[in-house]
């Protein structure tokens, strides 16, 4: 039997809440008819969902199964909708999402040299939203750092870059060249939630400050709040006057990918594919501008 995706949509506000009045209150439908419908999709399922007994509601192992399907299902869904929705209006548009300090620029120039009539729009992403806006089709390629959810998503590696400490220009360690991840150990942290900024070898205390983004990062480090630890291309897109950033080679490198929903089956998305890994040929070593202008350069000269 066919897996109902409004039946499914109620399921999720359920596990969400575990309350069935709060779910309903949600979705805008009464408590009952809520109810029907989870028992219906019980009964297409041929397993029970939830326990209900005067404790509350509880997923059960189904249940809990369920959930962590019905994610990439209804991402799949909408995206699916979104793209009838963008081809009924004729026009030929990629929406490409790219993490900070990532040089977008050189793949779309090359790419545009085949598909001159299709417009590119290019929209910044932090790490927690790599994933959900491929699967729900709000960007249709991601420049993604790793570590990053791959379920229901085709990832590549496109190159990986070293990374920095970042530290407040009166740090006993700001006027070194580079520094160990040794030196560092037990300063306080800067907690950017992105895994991939943070140190693998030596504990650093949470000094109680969470940073979405790079800018929020460099506002806390320059206030003298804790260290923090970027890839390499934050020292050429991003500056701080009370902020410096000292190479720490022993730290394990950023790690660049290409991601697409698996799902996604487009020329259009493979030839930009195609164009991100040429110039990434070219740029790999973005460490630098004078680097980052010559891979644009080249992009646009060698199509």
């Not at 809520?34 to 326990?51: M, V």
């Not at 004729?90 to 040299?113: D, N, W, Y």
């Amino acid at each position: 039997m066919d897996l109902d995706l409004r039946k499914l949509r109620y399921f999720v506000a359920v596990a969400d809440q575990l309350h069935f009045s709060r779910a309903a209150d949600e979705l805008h439908i009464a408590q009952p008819v809520l109810s029907r419908q989870i028992r219906a999709l019980e009964q297409d399922l041929g397993a029970s969902l939830f326990t209900r007994d005067r404790h509350g509601v509880a997923l059960t192992d189904a249940g809990r199964q369920l959930l962590a399907d019905a994610g990439p299902l209804l991402a799949s869904a909408h995206a699916a909708r979104h793209r009838v929705t963008v081809a009924a209006r004729g026009s030929q548009r990629l929406m490409v999402g790219f993490r900070a300090g990532i040089a977008v620029a050189p793949a779309v120039q090359r790419f545009a040299t085949r598909h001159p009539d299709v417009l590119v729009d290019v929209q910044r992403i932090e790490w927690d939203d790599q994933a959900p806006m491929l699967l729900d089709g709000r960007i249709d390629i991601g420049y993604v750092r790793l570590p990053i959810d791959e379920t229901g998503l085709r990832v590549a590696p496109l190159y990986a870059e070293p990374r920095v400490a970042v530290l407040p220009v009166g740090h006993r360690l700001a006027g070194k060249e580079e520094v160990t991840e040794t030196d560092l150990a037990g300063e306080p942290l800067v907690w950017h939630a992105d895994p991939s900024t943070q140190p693998t070898r030596h504990p650093h205390p949470n000094a109680g400050y969470l940073a979405r983004g790079v800018d929020e990062t460099l506002e806390h480090v320059a206030a003298g709040r804790g260290i923090s630890f970027l890839a390499r291309s934050a020292t050429v897109f991003y500056s701080h006057p009370d902020v410096i950033y000292v190479h720490v080679p022993d730290l394990a490198p950023d790690q660049v990918c290409l991601a697409v929903a698996a799902s996604r089956i487009s020329p259009v998305v493979d030839d930009f594919f195609t164009a991100a890994q040429a110039a990434a040929e070219i740029t790999a070593e973005c460490g630098n501008y004078e680097m980052w202008q010559r891979g644009v350069d080249a992009a646009t000269k060698h199509g």
